[in-house]
């Protein structure tokens, strides 16, 4: 059994920071990538960020510049620090792992519940 759960999720006003954390936990052998997707009221799913276990990392256009994400040393959360939040950030945050797990052959992609990030004007 794995487990993602996410957090640091809120309300903030437009300018402001917050810091989103998702540890993954359970029977991992290794995470080849983690990373971060958004779904806003009536929109599709969007990846926002993503790392790879080689540390590279993809950003979706619109938030470039502003967001960063990153993993702990044990490469087992990830986290996404986003500043200069603007209204049109608002969304539930889902993270996402992509892993081998314990005992088993392939790569199995594992998703938290997601975490709602409102930014006000």
């Known amino acids: 059994q794995v487990q993602l759960v996410e957090s640091g999720g809120g309300l903030v006003q437009a300018g402001g920071s917050l810091r989103l954390s998702c540890p993954a936990s359970?029977?991992?052998?290794?995470?080849?990538?983690m990373g971060w997707y958004r779904q806003a009221p009536g929109k599709q799913r969007e990846l926002v960020a993503t790392?790879?276990?080689?540390?590279?990392?993809k950003y979706a256009d619109s938030v470039k510049g502003r967001f960063t994400i990153s993993t702990n040393n044990a490469k087992n959360t990830v986290y996404l620090q986003m500043n200069s939040l603007q209204p049109e950030d608002t969304a539930t945050y889902y993270c996402y792992a992509q892993l081998r797990r314990a005992g088993t052959y392939g790569l199995y992609t594992y998703w938290g519940q997601g975490t709602q990030v409102t930014v006000s004007s």
């Open positions: 359970g029977s991992i052998f290794s995470i080849n990538a």
């Open positions: 790392i790879n276990s080689d540390d590279s990392t």
